[in-house]
């Protein structure tokens, strides 16, 4: 009976196949025949006309064109006939809302310039929508182009976290997020236990509309503001990051056996005996990546990279599987892991912990004295690490300075020694083909058990960190570059050039300091590199980073390889963080695919129709992850500094604006001196030179100069902190 249902659940899902291949193809068929020259609005009927030779049924075409709509890549015009957006002065994408109420349309069509909406054209649409906008000012692509939403497609704000306000028989939520500009009204009846100052959950009821605000109803009170614990979880549902797992996807994780059979151990290469280990933070619970390393009898290096094989047990389409697409990512929020699979996977049956079989997809590469990768395999293995090792211990052992670790770990030494020289050799490699390696200070931040920051301090990169860096990125190049010749549909990770006007403007920038770039005008990541080794050590050293870093544009997914700016590759993806990325994943997935011959014609254009919807979600859900993540460092360094108002220290100018400058302390914590509390003499910002100036002292203050400020103020709900001069 249960081999009967399992046959045709198959059998629907092949059905189910079959058609989205069929939808595609006859989608690309309507978009080819839409963009012809000659091609003007059509009916329905006129379509159908068209293409009755290609359908099987009407329904056929109702479906493709209904998903156009949707997606916005056609429109209905007034008259009901079909035509393509990007023809009729229209174009489709993502509206990203501004505090001061006007917004920016990110268009899908990534070589079309970001259009800027006035706050009276928005029409209701907020943060994130995705909509149609037309063109009202300006040319699509031009600098100065302005827009209209004429159409929202999807909404994406369907709950709102935000702060309660109680006025007189009705309430508002102010939205913790700054890009949704308006509050939601609440009614009386619709507060369910909300009060003044309390962080809640609101659902929306009513959509804006020009003039009037969004209606709602609280759904969740999470606690007031300032209660321990309510600023994480804030973020965390803010952020639409689920806690936890649907019933069905815990039921099919407890299925999964807690140890690897011989039966799987048996099809794999056996590295069991190998001499493998993992390098991982001290609190790190998933390991997904281990390393081994020999020196070869002609001088070069067998690099093996061991990933946990998270294909082997997640599925395509199971509820484990859908669940990991829908989060993406895992996400670090400083004391607590939001994981993208569930811990008896992640920390359990994948994790690549000691003295224990795990299936592994094995990357063997042998690299010559100048980092050339001259052979490589990629294979299914089964391993056995020898130690868990920690960043913190490798670095002592490499340094030489703890005879009690060196003798716990004697026996790997030496390899430990021949990791730190590829590392050099591979960095080195990297760097003479212009790789760019942003030396940014992380920030460590130490909560005690009730979720308070005791401490927060710059969190150091050892060599141990740049080992496991370095090996990870030769070996998610070689993975990629060797997929992308076998023209089989892939994730990529890439980095497209940067906007020239965008780089013109950091030229000009740190020109002020005395830097010049060469070549601005087709940049080459070289030049950007060799600036960031010209100013290392100085006092404009972070500043000039961190504007680079914001004249770049964002890494993405795509299934389409353009190569990664930043890393100077050719080629890139991600390839060794399966437990904990989607992409990495799903890569895993076809290249064991490909390993067993499983790619037919049928499979690739299945993969070719899923792909990019995958590297899409997986684009958006790693913003999602990337902001939560920040903001909960922000609110702790806040919160840090709520018990510190009225100290004071030196800190070093690391931005210069026409309202005050910001100041950064030296555990790396940021605030603002607003202009307002400078209180010696009148300042005016030269912009120019990115300085203020006191108009009867001609004191001057600019980016690297150090200054004494007090702690004036500590926002935790807004994430900010004040400073004045002393």
Known sequence: MAEKKIEKRRGAAALLNIKKEINLEMKNKLLAFMREDAYKPLSHDELVQAFQDDLFQVSELDEVLNSLLEEGSIILTRKNKYGL??????????????????????????????????????????????????????????????????????????????????????????????????????????????????????????????????????????????????????????????????????????????????????????????????????????????????????????????????????????????????????????????????????????????????????????????????????????????????????????????????????????????MEELMHILNEKRRLRGSIDFEFEETKIILDKKGKPIEIKPYERGIAERIIEEFMLVCNETVAEHMYWKEIPFIYRVHEDPDAEKIQAFNEFIF?????????????????????????????????????LRSLKKARYTSENVGHFGLAAKYYCHFTSPIRRYPDLMIHRIIKEDIHGKLDEKRLNHLQSIIEDIAEQSSIRERAADEAEREVEDLKKAEYMKDRIGEEYDVIISGVTSFGMFVELENTIEGLVHMSHMEDDYYQFDEMHHMLIGERSRRTFKIGDVVRIKVLNADIANRTIDFSLV
Not at 173 to 199: H, L, T, W
Not at 523 to 535: E, G, S, V
Request: hydrophobic letters at 35%.
């Open 85 to 418: 957006t990007e023809k009729m002065n229209m174009v489709a994408g993502r509206i990203q809302g501004n505090r001061k109420g006007y917004g920016f349309l990110i268009p899908d069509n990534k070589e079309i310039r970001d259009l800027f909406i006035p706050a009276e054209n928005l029409n209701g649409a907020m943060n994130d929508d995705r909509v149609i906008v037309r063109l009202t000012a300006g040319e699509l692509g031009a600098k100065r182009s302005e827009g209209e939403v004429i159409r929202i497609l999807k909404r994406a704000n369907s709950r709102i976290v935000g702060t309660f306000e109680n006025d007189r028989g009705f309430g508002f939520v102010v939205p913790d997020d700054p890009r949704i500009y308006q509050d939601i009204f609440v009614s009386k009846s619709d507060f369910n236990g909300a009060k003044e100052g309390y962080k809640v959950v609101v659902e929306i009821t009513r959509w804006p509309e020009a003039r009037r605000n969004p209606e709602g109803v609280v759904v969740e009170v999470l606690g007031h503001k300032d209660d321990v614990g309510t600023d994480i979880i804030s973020v965390i549902r803010g952020h639409n990051l689920p806690e936890a797992f649907p019933t069905e996807v815990e039921r099919q994780a407890e299925k999964i056996p807690e140890l690897v059979s011989d039966a799987d151990i048996s099809k794999r290469r056996d590295l069991r005996e190998k001499l493998i280990i993992t390098i991982d933070g001290e609190d790190a619970k998933d390991l997904d990546d281990a390393v081994s390393v020999e020196v070869l009898p002609d001088g070069s290096y067998l690099l093996g990279v061991h990933i946990a094989d998270v294909s082997q047990y997640v599925f395509e389409n199971s509820h484990l599987d859908k669940e990991a697409v829908k989060r993406g990512t895992s996400v670090y929020l400083i004391d607590r892991v939001v994981p993208m699979l569930p811990k008896r996977l992640s920390n359990g049956i994948c994790s690549l912990n000691p003295q224990i079989e795990r299936l592994t997809l094995s990357c063997d590469m042998v690299i010559d004295k100048k980092g050339k990768v001259k052979e490589y395999e990629i294979y299914e293995s089964v391993i056995k690490t020898r130690e868990r090792m920690t960043y913190e211990n490798v670095n002592k052992i490499l340094a030489g300075n703890d005879p009690g670790i060196m003798e716990e770990y004697n026996y790997l030494i030496n390899t430990l020694k021949q």
């Open 512 to 548: 002020n300091f005395g830097y010049h770039l060469k070549g601005a005008a087709e940049i080459h990541p070289k030049a950007l590199q060799q600036l960031t080794d010209q100013i290392k050590g100085t006092k404009e050293e972070r500043i000039i980073n961190t504007l680079m």
